[in-house]
């Protein structure tokens, strides 16, 4: 079953339930002093947990960006697979590609596309369509 980003019918394939997990866990961990949804509200506990009404896209838009900026901070090693358990290291471990250099760039889609691009990419849609934003199982 994939996972990823709708905007009214438009959908915007992610990957797999733990992978979409395992990203916003890495941001409730990393930067929000592992209390989900304390930094971050719009893009973890709205999106995450239900979706972002379109009329709060720019602020959502404005939240990806710090978060991007602030996993340039983070190596690649850092990244935790979930929150719940966060020794758990990603199955692919560090079998990553040369690329990768910091958790900003670490998450690619099933399509190898990075899911921030593809996140902005959503919002964009949200903005041009005047319709909410959410994170959904297809």
């Not at 394939?13 to 949804?37: M, P």
Request: with cysteine; proline share 4%.
């Amino acid at each position: 079953m994939a996972v990823g980003f709708k905007v009214g019918p438009i959908f915007y394939k992610v990957g797999t339930g733990s992978f979409v997990h395992c990203f916003f866990s890495n941001i409730a961990y990393h930067l929000e002093d592992r209390q989900w949804g304390s930094k971050y509200p719009l893009t973890m506990n709205a999106l995450y947990k239900d979706k972002v009404a379109s009329s709060d896209i720019e602020a959502l838009e404005s939240e990806i960006e710090e978060i991007r900026k602030a996993f340039s901070e983070y190596s690649p090693n850092m990244a935790i697979w979930e929150y719940e358990n966060p020794q758990t290291k990603p199955p692919w471990g560090d079998n990553i590609a040369k690329r990768i250099t910091s958790l900003s760039n670490y998450f690619y889609t099933s399509d190898g596309d990075d899911i921030f691009d593809v996140l902005l990419k959503a919002t964009d849609a949200s903005k041009r369509v005047n319709r909410d934003l959410e994170v959904k199982s297809l």
